[in-house]
């Protein structure tokens, strides 16, 4: 009797785990559908159900970063406030002359002359806003991209590669190359810091980034898309550009998809090499993440 009882618990969890390993490779199949068509390289990693899901195509791939290092860069700053060596409302000098002209920045259209902002506003800025020239002042004040990747290492996330700031990058284009992730890191860093199980940032730097990503105003096409109006998505874009070839380098969004039903998901889709416009990469994300919501939906 009592074997009879274990081998029925066997096979119920054997049919258990064959059912979700067949709804997730339906998804899977799903987002290889989606990309099948395209003239593009797309990584994608999704992490959901309580991390019991876990959908990957070309996630261990090498993926230029763009804008997405900006959230890497702000966990530095605010790992730098926690210890002390600054103050989150500290003011900074932005000089006229730090107002590069060939960079995007939303600083520089509200404060044509410069400004003294506070850190938290530049931080706003750079996420939120994906500003170039608050990147390059947050950069400076801790030491600059080693300095990031020092912080990185120290807290065991890898796969991530920050040599070049945001002028460097932009001036040449092969050097976007050399600052890189991939899909599963990009998914390993945002659970790391969001569940911040081993204290990464302080609770008062916990609650600020995370009120800036779900604030962010770049990318509303890509991971938020097609989802429902209202749905909060906390999430960093990243974008390059087209070179004069019409390849594109870089349309990535990495983020968390919070559900209706209380539970979320983690998302990073990185697209690359591309020959399609800007509407269909952005496209791609998109309907990836639409069919990764209609997926989690369901779960309870």
Known sequence: MIKLFHLTILLFLLIACQTSAQTTDSLKQQIKKIISTKNAIVGVSI?????????????????????VFKFHIALAVLSQIDEGKFRINQKIKIDKKDLLPNLYSPIREDYPNGAILPISKILEYTVSSSDNVGCEVLLRLIG?????????????IKDVSIKFNEEQQQANW?????????????????IKFYYNKNKLLS??????????MRETETGADRLKGQLPKGTIVAHKTGSSGANKDGVTAAVNDIGIVFLPNG???????FVTNSK????????????ITKAAWDYFITKK
């Open 276 to 287: 399609e416009n800007a509407d269909i990469n952005e496209k791609i994300i998109a309907d």
């Open 174 to 190: 092969d050097l976007q190359f050399q600052n890189w992730t991939t899909p599963v890191a990009g998914n390993e860093t945002l």
């Open 263 to 269: 539970n979320h998901f983690f998302i990073s889709v």
């Open 203 to 212: 609770k008062k730097s916990y609650d600020f980034i995370w009120k800036v």
């Open 144 to 156: 600059g991209p080693k300095a990031v990747e020092d912080y990185l290492a120290k807290n065991n």
């Open 47 to 67: 992490i959901g159900n309580n991390e019991k899901d876990t959908i990957s195509l070309n996630s261990e791939k090498h993926f230029p970063l763009q804008s």
